[in-house]
């Protein structure tokens, strides 16, 4: 999985990805949050 998400990473700083969002469901939205903090501008939203 931490694999995975920093391949995800170096992918979107390849592309010039400087925001991102994503629903916060259940306890699933940790490690990407994680992950991706401090690279881009991210936002935890609520699906309600």
Do not use: I
Not at 1 to 18: A, F, H, I, N, V
Not at 21 to 37: A, C, N
Request: some cysteine.
């Amino acid at each position: 999985m931490s694999k995975g998400l920093t391949e995800l990473l170096e992918w979107l700083q390849q592309e010039e990805c400087t925001h991102g969002v994503m629903e916060s469901t259940r306890v699933y939205w940790k490690p990407v949050y994680s992950t991706l903090e401090g690279y881009l501008d991210f936002k935890l939203a609520n699906g309600q």
